[in-house]
C-alpha cells in the first residue's frame, strides 16, 4: 500500500490552536511547522489583548459618540415638532 510510506511510529498528541490531535501520526517537518504556528498564534494573541486603559478610552468615546448622537436626535425632534406647532 502507498500510504504504509508514511508510517511512523510516534504517536504523541499533537497540541495544535487549543485542540488535542490523537491517533494521528505527523512526522518531522509537518510537526515542526504546526508547532511554529501554534506558538506564533499565542505570541499574537498576547500582543492583541487590550489592556485595561484603552478600553476604558475605547468606551468613553463610545459613550461620548453615543451622547452626542442622542442630543442630535433630540434637537432635530424638538426642531420638527416647532415646525408642526407653527403650520
Known sequence: M?????KCNDMTPLHFRGLIICCVCYC?????LLESER????????????TTLERQCRLRERARQLREKREAER?????????????
Do not use: D, M, P
Open 2 to 6: 502507498a500510504l504504509n510510506k508514511f
Open 28 to 32: 518531522g517537518r509537518l510537526r515542526e
Open 39 to 50: 506558538a506564533q498564534y499565542a505570541g499574537e494573541s498576547v500582543t492583541t489583548q487590550e
Open 75 to 87: 434637537n432635530a425632534f424638538v426642531e420638527e415638532k416647532y415646525e408642526q406647532q407653527f403650520r
